[in-house]
C-alpha cells in the first residue's frame, strides 16, 4: 500500500488517499453555519467516528457501506501508529459519491421550519396547515439538498433531484434515506431519543451503491431527549446546536472568523457529544476509547 496523501480538508474531516483506499479522519473541530470556529471540542471527532461505525454496522442489512477498518494499526504510513488517529480514523474503499446530500425530516425544525412558515411546504413537498416548530410531521419525508463544495447547501425537489441523478437513482435514494431514517428513529426512540432528521451520503463503488462518509451522528442528525419534548418551540438536543445558539447569542454575523469558544461552553458542547455517544450505544464512551486503545 501507498503512503497515504492528504487530499482534502473539509470544515471536521480530513481526508488522505492510497492507491486503494482513503482514510477518514474525524477531528475536534466545529463549525456552525458553514465557519469553522477557531477552538475545538475535545474528543467530538471520536464521538462521530465511534457512532458512525455503531450505526454502519447496525444498517448493513439495509445497505453497504464503505468501511473497511477502523483499526489504527491497518491504516497506511504516516498515519499508522500515530495515537491521535485511534478512534477516529476510518480505512474506507475509494466511491465516487452521489452528488446529492439525502436528507430525512420526521419533525418539523431548523431551516425545514423556515421553508414551512414561508410555503407550507420544504421542498416542495405540501404539508397540513397549522404545525408547530417540532412538531412531528405525519410521516417522514425526503428533503434533498445540493452537496456543495462551498457555501451552504440548496434544497431540492424530488423533480430537481431526478434531473441531477436519474429517475431510477433517485427514487432509491429517497427508498434508502427512509428506511435508514426509521431504522435509527425506531432505534433512538428505545433509548429515549428522538431523531428529528438527519442527512445520508451515497456513493458508487464497483458499480454497487454504497452508504459513505458519516452515519447518524450529532454532526449529521438532530438528536433530542424525548422526555420533556414539547412542539411549539426550539428543542434541547445533543448536537451542535449547542454551540450554534451560543455563536449566535455572541451578535456575530455567521462570517469568518468565526468567534473563541469559551470554555465552559467547550465543555458542556463534549458533555452533550458523548452523552449521545452513551445514550444511543449502551455503553460508556470511556470502554469505546479504551477500545481503541486510545490513551491519557
Known sequence: MSEAQLIGRGKVRDIYSTDD?????????????DVVLPTPVPDKGRVLTGLS??????????????????????????????????GRAMKVVKAEPVMVECVARG????SGWKDYQRTQAVCGIELPAGLAESEKLPEP??????????GHDMPLTFAETVELVGEGLAQRLKELTLLLYGFGADFAAERGI??????????????????IDEVL??????????????????QPSFDKQYVRDWADSTGWDHEPP???IPPEVVEASAVRY????????GEPFSAYLERMGVTG
Do not use: C
Open 274 to 281: 458523548r452523552d449521545a455517544y452513551e445514550r444511543i450505544t
Open 21 to 33: 483506499a482513503l482514510v477518514l479522519v474525524a477531528t475536534d473541530r466545529v463549525s456552525v453555519f
Open 217 to 234: 451522528t450529532p454532526d449529521s442528525s438532530r438528536f433530542w431527549p424525548a422526555d420533556g419534548f414539547e412542539p411549539g418551540h426550539g
Open 258 to 260: 468565526g468567534p473563541e
Open 107 to 110: 419533525y418539523i425544525t431548523g
Open 53 to 86: 461505525l455503531f450505526w454502519l454496522d447496525k444498517t448493513e442489512d439495509i445497505v453497504a457501506n464503505q468501511v473497511i477498518s477502523a483499526d489504527a494499526d491497518d491504516l497506511p504510513a504516516p498515519l499508522k501508529g500515530d495515537p491521535d488517529m485511534r
Open 141 to 150: 419525508i425526503f428533503t434533498p439538498t445540493t452537496k456543495a463544495a462551498e
Open 194 to 211: 428522538i431523531l428529528a432528521d438527519t442527512k445520508f451520503e451515497f456513493g458508487f463503488a464497483d458499480g454497487e451503491l454504497i452508504l
